[in-house]
């Protein structure tokens, strides 16, 4: 089956820094998002990209859909304490009947104040 | 986006018993999934909840021990049958308004003793 890998599985950072997660699969997705989870939350999701090689940004979010299809990195700059949580990377086939995701296993990120 | 909200937020429940998970929606939507999260672990896809049809199983999971209604374009419920410590997770559910981008429910602790 189709599996996203992200690692590592934490990162620590200090606080202002910015830091950059990446994520690659085995086989191609026609779309990528990126979630943020906070301890007992569901996830949130923060970017979506829809095509190959787009570049997208929200806040101090940036994201961009690798060219292969097969990889995206979510990049964070200036992070804050706010910033902590576990950030899921999730490819999708398509929208409607096989709009189901895949996860990865998620990054665990600390910031020091 | 979607408001999706779950109920129990978190239960305790003994072995052999059953447990239903209600998901209400805001608003209409194509798809709705359930996931389940084990801890410390990333979102597995349980199944897709098709209205007014038999929900889609991924592999692994059963319709006997996972039986999943969703009655209309707003609301499912998925039911953990003859629990065992094994089924202690968190469940959620998430919903796709056609766009791709799937929302999710704060999810359903369940732990079970």
């Known amino acids: 089956g189709q599996q996203l890998n992200q690692s590592p599985q934490s990162m620590f950072i200090q606080e202002g820094e910015d830091v950059s997660m990446n994520c690659t699969s085995s086989s191609i997705f026609n779309t990528w998002l990126w979630y943020k989870q906070d301890p007992g939350e569901g996830p949130v999701l923060l970017i979506a990209?829809?095509?190959?090689?787009e570049l997208t940004s929200n806040g101090r979010l940036t994201a961009q859909f690798g060219i292969t299809r097969k990889d995206s990195f979510l990049n964070i700059s200036a992070s804050i304490p706010s910033d902590v949580g576990i950030y899921f990377c999730a490819g999708q086939l398509s929208t409607g009947a096989n709009s189901k995701l895949t996860f990865g296993k998620g990054i665990t990120l600390s910031v020091r104040p | 986006s979607a408001v999706i909200s779950q109920k129990p937020s978190r239960d305790i429940c003994q072995r052999g018993t059953s447990l239903t998970i209600q998901c209400q929606v805001d608003?209409?939507?194509?798809?709705m999934f359930w996931y389940r999260q084990q801890p410390g672990q990333s979102l597995t896809l349980i199944a897709t909840a098709n209205q007014g049809s038999e929900a889609t199983y991924e592999s692994g999971f059963v319709i006997d021990k996972f039986p999943i209604s969703r009655p209309n374009l707003t609301f499912s419920t998925l039911t953990v049958s003859n629990m065992s410590p094994e089924d202690s997770s968190i469940y959620l559910c998430s919903a796709d308004q056609g766009a791709g981008e799937l929302f999710f429910g704060e999810g359903s602790r369940l732990t079970v003793l």
């Open positions: 608003s209409q939507v194509t798809m």
């Open positions: 990209l829809y095509k190959a090689g």
